[in-house]
């Protein structure tokens, strides 16, 4: 694990002890502040994927955000100032999942299901291309192979 880290880090080798003990130390506290998971405002863990996973457009993260770390959503809208509004949030899967913020972006909940039929068929049609492009590289590859025989 150390060398897979080293080789990402740009590094052949660990040459002395004190070296191994900075490298491991840096690593250590790289991994403490990427687990730190709670508020930055009122401390609330945000571990919760269900409600306080969510994800907000840049300009307003920018913003009102706290760069790296983690606002629940009552925080960051005590930061807005004003109630969420359907453009804070962009479009993606995980914003669907959590339930208060697929209220904000889907109030009626008319066009969550129909967004839902839309991405089933984006799915169906993306498994399908994938298979299909599956299935061309195996016939190239028979196809390399078959040209690769040498015939005495």
């Given at each position: 694990?150390?060398?897979?880290h080293l080789h ?33 405002d009122c401390g ?109």
């Open positions: 694990m150390i060398q897979t990402r880090a740009g590094l052949k080798t660990l040459t002395t002890l004190r070296t191994i003990y900075i490298y491991l130390t840096n690593l250590s506290s790289n991994m403490k502040k990427s687990a730190d998971r709670n508020c930055k609330i863990r945000t571990t919760n994927p269900r409600y306080n996973y969510y994800m907000v457009t840049k300009d307003i993260w920018n913003k009102y955000g706290v760069g790296n770390g983690m606002l629940c959503l009552e925080c960051l809208q005590k930061r807005i100032g004003r109630p969420f509004r359907r453009e804070d949030f962009p479009l993606i899967p995980l914003n669907f999942e959590n339930p208060f913020t697929r209220l904000i972006i889907f109030p009626s909940g008319d066009d969550y299901a129909l967004l839902k039929k839309s991405l089933e068929e984006y799915d169906r049609a993306y498994l399908a291309a994938k298979e299909q492009r599956r299935l061309t590289n195996i016939d190239i590859s028979k196809l390399e192979i078959n040209k690769s025989k040498i015939t005495v």
